[in-house]
């Protein structure tokens, strides 16, 4: 498998522009690249996720988990399980980037008395069935990131682009004149 190195910001916008071209609204797909930013901190192939999850979920399975996401930090639902694949990885890492922008302290609990603060979570690619659940509390959730994401599988990465390329507008010279494209210099 080959694989490649991506900043941060590369990961989250790769994210971002893949779940845009597989029908997100921006919103989610804004989210979606947050989760894979939290995701590849924690040592995981976050386009990898994105991309397997796309492929084998529809829009409103995944819209369904962020909206379980969302009941469980603001009070309305007690739980949400994550089963495990890809799928559980991106609602692990919506979940992740949820507490990190609003402070909550979330759980999760692995059963037979095993249960870990999100944040103490450091491997999320080794995710088991478990339930996610809302702790009492708000707490500083920056703790420890990796300084450079995980690196991602070259395939992935191409695929996500190939989702990406769906939100393109055509090159026509009625598109040029009404602003798409970068003009005569490509600096951004």
Not at 25 to 50: C, F, K, T
Not at 72 to 89: F, K, N, Q, T
Not at 133 to 155: H, T
């Amino acid at each position: 498998m080959k694989t490649i190195l991506l900043s941060y910001n590369e990961v989250q916008s790769s994210a971002r522009k893949a779940a845009r071209g597989a029908g997100f609204p921006h919103g989610a797909a804004d989210d979606i690249g947050q989760a894979a930013v939290w995701l590849s901190a924690r040592g995981v192939d976050a386009i990898s996720v994105v991309v397997g999850t796309l492929a084998v979920q529809d829009v409103l399975a995944v819209l369904d988990g962020l909206a379980a996401i969302d009941a469980l930090c603001c009070g309305e639902r007690d739980e949400v399980p994550l089963r495990g694949g890809a799928e559980s990885l991106l609602l692990l890492g919506l979940a992740g980037a949820t507490a990190r922008e609003t402070g909550l302290r979330l759980s999760l609990d692995f059963g037979g008395g095993d249960s870990r603060a999100l944040t103490c979570l450091r491997d999320a690619a080794q995710l088991a069935p478990a339930i996610l659940r809302l702790m009492p509390g708000y707490e500083d959730l920056d703790g420890d990131v990796a300084p450079r994401p995980a690196a991602i599988d070259a395939e992935a990465y191409a695929a996500a682009l190939v989702l990406a390329v769906k939100t393109y507008v055509p090159a026509s010279d009625l598109s040029r004149a009404r602003g798409a494209g970068a003009g005569t210099t490509d600096n951004d």
